[in-house]
């Protein structure tokens, strides 16, 4: 098959085309994500360090709000008592519970929490909590707290396309709880790849911020 030539910005050719919700998951909140005094300092610190601080290029896990605005491809796999979520992004998994079990009141904290999901006629809602202290939401730092809860409305409007509301209610990182909605687009015919963040690493070197 001959190669053809695509168009490319002056940036460079954007094979994988990031929504504006991974560097800012509040792009569509009105006024911004409200922030309580010190976590509002603590990004403003975070975007003046270029984000050098960002858990993604040292190859640490994504929380669960970056792995639905991360590129990369997800397949969702509904079994009879969980629903899984494999991710391209170092062939990682998540797992929500659908037995009818409820949150766990002290969890062991992780990077993606502990997550049980239900459904409500033709939307599925996941709740979820016991994350690790300071997840990152997306690439300017904006903080989830290891009190923080979160819940999610899978709803699939049509074939293709599913409309995703994320709730984070944290009322020690923000004023308020708020929401986002994102959308996600069925890739049929398509494979997982394997992507490794380590594998032929270069960029951690140069991670020095200003």
């Known amino acids: 098959m001959q190669e053809q030539n695509r168009p490319c910005d002056p940036e460079g050719c954007r094979d994988l085309p990031t929504s504006e919700e991974f560097f800012d998951i509040g792009h569509s909140v009105k006024g911004g994500l409200p922030f309580q005094p010190w976590s509002a300092a603590l990004v403003a610190q975070r975007k003046a360090d270029n984000a050098k601080d960002d858990p993604d290029p040292f190859c640490l896990p994504?929380?669960?709000?970056?792995?639905?605005?991360?590129?990369?491809?997800?397949?969702?796999?509904?079994?009879?008592?969980?629903?899984?979520?494999?991710?391209?992004?170092?062939?990682?998994?998540?797992?929500?519970?659908?037995?009818?079990?409820?949150?766990?009141?002290?969890?062991?904290?992780?990077?993606?929490?502990?997550?049980?999901?239900?459904?409500?006629?033709?939307?599925?809602?996941?709740?979820?909590?016991?994350?690790?202290?300071?997840?990152?939401?997306?690439?300017?730092?904006?903080?989830?707290?290891?009190?923080?809860?979160?819940t999610e409305r899978f709803h699939r409007i049509n074939y293709g396309n599913i409309e995703l509301e994320i709730t984070v209610d944290d009322p020690k990182t923000y004023t308020r709880p708020w929401s986002v909605k994102l959308h996600q687009v069925l890739m049929p015919n398509m494979e997982l790849l394997d992507f490794w963040c380590a594998e032929n690493e270069k960029d951690l070197p140069h991670l020095v911020g200003k």
């Open 62 to 150: 994504q929380g669960i709000v970056k792995m639905h605005t991360s590129p990369m491809l997800r397949r969702y796999i509904q079994l009879p008592d969980e629903f899984v979520i494999l991710n391209e992004r170092n062939a990682v998994y998540r797992q929500i519970f659908t037995d009818g079990r409820k949150l766990e009141a002290d969890p062991n904290p992780t990077w993606r929490g502990y997550s049980v999901g239900a459904w409500e006629k033709d939307t599925f809602v996941v709740q979820s909590n016991g994350f690790k202290d300071d997840i990152w939401l997306d690439r300017n730092g904006s903080p989830l707290g290891s009190a923080g809860k979160l």
